[in-house]
């Protein structure tokens, strides 16, 4: 079975201050796509930013980039310049070879202090 | 965009009651998911369907049933609803090839059984 595990239930950060939430999973596969979606309070889940294994480069989306060591097996989500609408409960999400379903991590919820 | 439409943002339901929650997407996508959100668990899936009238198990089924008659249209079912089964309901839809797919979220529907 996949898992994805992110290991902060909780974090904060100050308004225009950069934060970083951790993400590690397993799998044997060497192509796959890894996704970071939010969900704002009350509000419907969106992606946030997705990242394709086998592309060196790290994808970016504004202020949202990651940090995807593939040996590791690590994929973090680096926000920058926080903002108050940031806050919102965020999952990182593995999809497995072929599979239909994504394999979720239990949510890190962020808050940003003003 | 993409819309998908959950039929009910809150449902209050009695214990031993047969309900359903209904699910609608704009976007002609051939795959469409159940997931049940519970603090502290993340998102876990229930039942998916690839195509009009296929379905497949998730990781939690039990209790549960789907209908998809429809292209755009997806159903979960409690046959006899139970308190176990209080939880934040998410549908989901992707297009149909599974590889880097994004899914695509309704708001939700909170079901409260008393």
């Known amino acids: 079975a996949q898992t994805v595990t992110q290991s902060q239930p909780e974090m904060s950060v100050q308004e225009a201050e950069t934060v970083t939430l951790s993400c590690t999973y397993d799998?044997?596969?060497?192509?796959?796509?890894l996704f970071w979606y939010k969900q704002p309070p009350s509000r419907q889940m969106i992606l946030v930013i997705r990242q394709e294994a086998y592309k060196q480069q790290n994808a970016t989306e504004n202020r949202f980039s990651v940090n995807f060591q593939k040996a590791a097996k690590s994929f973090s989500l680096k926000i920058s310049d926080s903002q108050l609408g940031d806050a919102a409960m965020y999952f990182c999400a593995y999809p497995g070879a072929g599979s239909y379903q994504l394999t979720f991590g239990k949510g890190t919820k962020l808050s940003v202090i003003p | 965009d993409v819309k998908v439409t959950q039929s009910s943002r809150y449902l209050v339901k009695r214990t031993g009651e047969k309900v359903f929650l209904e699910c609608v997407q704009d976007m002609d996508h051939e795959n469409m998911f159940w997931y049940r959100q519970d603090p502290g668990l993340g998102l876990r899936l229930i039942y998916f369907?690839?195509?009009?009238?296929?379905?497949e198990k998730g990781d939690i089924p039990e209790g549960y049933s789907v209908s998809r008659e429809k292209k755009e249209r997806f159903s979960l079912i409690l046959e006899s609803a139970s308190t176990n089964q209080t939880s934040m309901y998410l549908c989901?839809?992707?297009?149909?090839?599974?590889?880097?797919?994004?899914?695509?979220f309704g708001a939700g529907t909170r079901l409260s059984v008393l």
């Open positions: 799998t044997s596969e060497s192509d796959y796509y």
């Open positions: 989901a839809s992707s297009l149909g090839d599974p590889v880097g797919n994004i899914q695509y």
């Open positions: 369907s690839y195509d009009v009238k296929m379905k």
